[in-house]
């Protein structure tokens, strides 16, 4: 209502949410977005899809000669190279999702301008489609593994639970640094450090056990640690301590359980907030 004289209150516009238009339109546009961004990155190239298993079996290459002839950790530790190949391909999905996730919401910035289009959908996309690059290269680790010696186990079919866990933590770290660029542009560069930081905090290169004992606190912290360990039994060394066991008892999972449930808190509330204001700060 006027006052004073002075015109009309203005009323602030915002643009649409995170999920606006419908719940069809939406998984819709994330997987038409997600198999585009795929074949765009693989089918327009001479080797095509290889280029995504090349990546991690280089660094495999050179990750095993340095740890099992340089500094011979590997050489003490069962199945070492398939632990670490497995790893690495986990650890690379989630790097490579959340670093390409960072600038997703500027990098498509005309369809964020759009008057009815889910803002969320774009991270989503970028998770969908290193999902894709997991699925594909796990069947490659599956025949290493096979070929390496290692038997089917009924503790493989518990697999999709390591992938959601991983998945979940995934799209939380996408939503808050999607969103969060948008104002900070430092982000991209930030994450790309400690990315690199969470490679060698993270149980990749080394079992837990291989740790001095009072360093098993700091190293359940990070909330990627009890999914490495699990994983490990559950698909390569039955005979290997779990997470719980590593750690030491359930209370010392707390600190990672905190942080993970954290960040997918914070990542609704932060996304939520500011995926109607994306527009108007790009």
């Known amino acids: ?4 004289g002075d015109g009309p209150e203005l009323r602030r516009v915002t643009g649409p949410s995170a999920t606006a238009g419908g719940v069809r339109r939406f998984f819709d546009l994330l997987f038409l977005i997600a198999v585009t961004d795929f074949r765009k990155v693989y089918f327009n190239t001479a080797l095509g899809y290889l280029w995504s298993l090349l990546r991690p079996f280089l660094l495999f290459a050179v990750l095993l000669f340095v740890f099992t002839q340089v500094f011979r950790i590997g050489s003490q530790v069962n199945d070492y190279p398939v632990l670490l190949l497995f790893n690495i391909v986990l ?9 390409a996730s960072v600038t997703s919401v500027v990098s498509q910035e005309a369809v964020v301008r ?4 889910p803002r969320l959908v774009i991270p989503l996309a970028v998770v969908l489609t290193g999902t894709f690059n997991l699925g594909l290269n796990m069947i490659a680790v599956s025949i290493f593994m096979i070929a390496f010696g290692i038997s089917p186990m009924w503790t493989w079919l518990l697999f999709p639970v390591v992938v959601a866990a991983m998945l979940i933590l995934t799209i939380a770290v996408a939503m808050l640094l999607s969103s969060l660029y948008v104002r900070y542009r430092d982000l991209l560069i930030i994450w790309t450090v400690a990315t690199t930081m969470l490679f060698y905090a993270t149980p990749v290169l080394y079992p837990i056990e291989s740790l001095p004992s009072k360093y098993h606190d700091l190293a359940f ?21 779990g997470a719980v066991a590593a750690a030491g008892g359930w ?9 993970y449930l954290g ?3 914070m990542a609704i509330r932060v996304f939520g907030r500011e995926a109607p204001r994306i527009a108007e700060e790009l």
């Open 1 to 4: 209502m006027a006052a004073d």
């Open 91 to 99: 650890f690379g999905f989630f790097s490579e999702s959340t670093l």
């Open 114 to 117: 759009k008057t009815q289009f």
């Open 221 to 241: 912290i990070n909330p990627l640690t009890p999914i490495f360990e699990q994983a490990r039994v559950w698909i390569i060394d039955p005979e290997a301590p």
């Open 251 to 259: 209370v010392h999972l707390i600190p990672a359980v905190v942080i």
């Open 263 to 265: 960040a997918c808190v």
